[in-house]
């Protein structure tokens, strides 16, 4: 029975993917090739790119921007989070400007972080932490706040520290909106980091759309959309996979 359950899983999960992959082999017999590849070229262009070590060197530049911009942003939303939740007076007086910072769609400061920072890594990194430090501390603000009055009564009646308090009554409260966050947070990091490169970049997966559009590559063009969608979807399903098992391991009561 499970088998079954699982077969048929299966099948509904590639049933759009085939369906979309019949559509593209017969309108790209109908159009012309430079234009719209067929899936064979495509794949035949992948294999070549990786063979040659071009996709590999593009795919471990964005794997860096990605995991700089994405812990830096992390340590800054963290800090900013708690700072501004224990200390009430900083909440009031950056309030405004968070506001203001947080409207403003990061590839509208790309520009500036251009001149200010040439075109190179740090550019990149600057975008990533614009683009995913706000879901992190928004998320994080309000997991600090879902924790009941009723447990801040028994903390201060058991008389524990600080540290005691935040261990065992306001991180557990915390944690769900937190993982949610970083969730978020990874998927606008990988978005951003795409844009960034399509604009400001001299490697990575975006900068190699870029440059094959202009080389009029239409077939490395849809090599790196797909490397980026797979490589989205896989990071993705491990964050959240890995996200899942370490809240059962440490807080079984809020992953049930």
Same mark, same amino acid.
Not at 34 to 44: C, T
Not at 54 to 61: A, D, G, K, R
Not at 69 to 88: N, Q
Not at 142 to 150: I, M
């Given at each position: 029975m499970r088998s079954? !359950?699982?077969?048929?899983r299966m099948i509904k999960s590639i049933f759009i993917p085939a369906v979309v992959l @019949?559509?593209?082999? @017969?309108?790209? =017999?109908?159009?012309?090739?430079? $234009? $719209?590849? =067929?899936? =064979?070229?495509?794949?035949?262009?992948?294999? !070549?790119m990786a063979k040659s070590g071009v996709l590999t060197e593009h795919v471990l530049s964005s794997f860096y921007r990605i995991a700089a911009g994405f812990c830096l942003s992390v340590a800054l939303a963290f800090g900013t989070a708690a700072l501004l939740y224990r200390w009430r007076l900083l909440d009031e007086l950056f309030q405004g400007t968070l506001s203001f910072m947080?409207?403003? *769609? *990061?590839?509208?400061?790309? *520009? $500036? $972080? +251009?001149?200010?920072?040439? !075109?190179?890594?740090?550019?990149q990194i600057a975008v990533i932490v614009l683009a995913s430090f706000f879901p992190i501390y928004l998320n994080t603000r309000d997991g600090l706040s879902r924790l009941d009055a009723s447990f801040r009564e028994l903390a201060a009646s058991l008389h524990l520290s600080r540290t005691r308090t935040v261990l065992f009554f306001l991180l557990p409260a915390a944690t769900p909106s937190i993982i949610t966050g970083l969730r978020l947070s990874f998927g606008y990091s990988w978005r951003a980091l795409i844009a960034a490169e399509l604009i400001a970049a001299s490697s990575g997966l975006g900068y190699m759309i870029m440059d094959a559009e202009q080389m009029q590559r239409a077939d490395e063009v849809i090599v790196g @959309?797909? !490397? +980026?969608?797979?490589? =989205?979807?896989?990071l993705d399903a491990a964050f959240s996979s890995l996200s899942s098992a370490l809240l059962k391991r440490r807080f079984p009561e809020l992953a049930a």
């Amino acid at each position: 029975m499970r088998s079954r !359950i699982a077969g048929m899983r299966m099948i509904k999960s590639i049933f759009i993917p085939a369906v979309v992959l @019949i559509v593209w082999q @017969i309108v790209s =017999g109908a159009v012309s090739p430079y $234009l $719209l590849p =067929g899936p =064979g070229r495509v794949l035949e262009t992948g294999l !070549i790119m990786a063979k040659s070590g071009v996709l590999t060197e593009h795919v471990l530049s964005s794997f860096y921007r990605i995991a700089a911009g994405f812990c830096l942003s992390v340590a800054l939303a963290f800090g900013t989070a708690a700072l501004l939740y224990r200390w009430r007076l900083l909440d009031e007086l950056f309030q405004g400007t968070l506001s203001f910072m947080r409207m403003t *769609p *990061p590839l509208a400061l790309t *520009p $500036l $972080l +251009i001149l200010w920072l040439g !075109i190179g890594d740090a550019t990149q990194i600057a975008v990533i932490v614009l683009a995913s430090f706000f879901p992190i501390y928004l998320n994080t603000r309000d997991g600090l706040s879902r924790l009941d009055a009723s447990f801040r009564e028994l903390a201060a009646s058991l008389h524990l520290s600080r540290t005691r308090t935040v261990l065992f009554f306001l991180l557990p409260a915390a944690t769900p909106s937190i993982i949610t966050g970083l969730r978020l947070s990874f998927g606008y990091s990988w978005r951003a980091l795409i844009a960034a490169e399509l604009i400001a970049a001299s490697s990575g997966l975006g900068y190699m759309i870029m440059d094959a559009e202009q080389m009029q590559r239409a077939d490395e063009v849809i090599v790196g @959309i797909l !490397i +980026i969608g797979f490589l =989205g979807w896989a990071l993705d399903a491990a964050f959240s996979s890995l996200s899942s098992a370490l809240l059962k391991r440490r807080f079984p009561e809020l992953a049930a």
